[in-house]
């Protein structure tokens, strides 16, 4: 059994599920895409997503008219495998078509530049063994990509994703819920203080990366929640 953490962006909620890992994903439809598949190679009992990836997933099946199936979808930081930045740590990225032949990964992948439903299809030459689609949202705060602000009262499986790390690396956020609180805020505070960073409780480029590149592949800790 999973704990699915899921933001509905609809509704700015975090909502949560506990599925069997043959069980669909949450606003999963058809059974396309069950927790085992989104799970990967991740040893994790909590995943997270949101409900926009699932959407997008379901549209995406649809157009292609076959299974589409997964290598790698969703990853804690602590597990890496994994950039720094990765949108798989958000739980809103796959990659897919690996076991597909050359010219159905190919279809899979122009079916997917074309579908709409996706922030971003990796250029086909970058990925030439698989095919990577996502649903980023957020305007990221580094030049580079990666990640949004986010700062008191934010509320998304961003969130979490501090939340992880931030207990991983011994700084109490209260719970892993995405929701950005006042715990939350303190544990950011104590964090930049002890890493020499401007200790104003935000999470911007700067604080992201010294946290993901702490954090992606150490190990989960005696602090990591699970």
Not at 41 to 64: C, E, G, H, V
């Amino acid at each position: 059994m999973a704990k699915i953490i899921v933001f509905n962006n609809d509704t700015d909620r975090m909502e949560t599920y506990t599925r069997a890992e043959s069980a669909p994903m949450p606003y999963n439809t058809n059974g396309t895409l069950t927790v085992r598949e989104f799970r990967g190679s991740s040893k994790s009992n909590i995943l997270w997503t949101t409900k926009r990836t699932m959407q997008s997933w379901n549209s995406q099946r649809y157009i292609f008219g076959s299974p589409i199936p997964v290598g790698f979808a969703f990853r804690r930081p602590y597990e890496g495998g994994h950039s720094f930045l990765s949108q798989h740590y958000a739980g809103v990225a796959f990659d897919v078509g690996q076991t597909l032949s050359s010219q159905r990964r190919r279809a899979l992948w122009n079916s997917s530049n074309s579908s709409g439903v996706w922030s971003y299809v990796e250029p086909f030459a970058l990925t030439p063994t698989w095919v990577h689609f996502d649903k980023r949202f957020g305007s990221p705060v580094c030049s580079s990509g990666g990640f949004p602000l986010i700062k008191r009262g934010s509320k998304s499986n961003y969130v979490l994703i501090a939340q992880d790390d931030l207990n991983t690396l011994g700084y109490q956020t209260g719970g892993l819920d995405g929701i950005f609180g006042l715990q939350t805020e303190n544990a950011v505070k104590a964090y930049q203080s002890q890493v020499g960073l401007l200790a104003d409780g935000i999470i911007g480029c700067n604080t992201w990366r010294s946290l993901q590149e702490e954090v992606v592949g150490k190990g989960a800790t005696s602090t990591t929640i699970n």
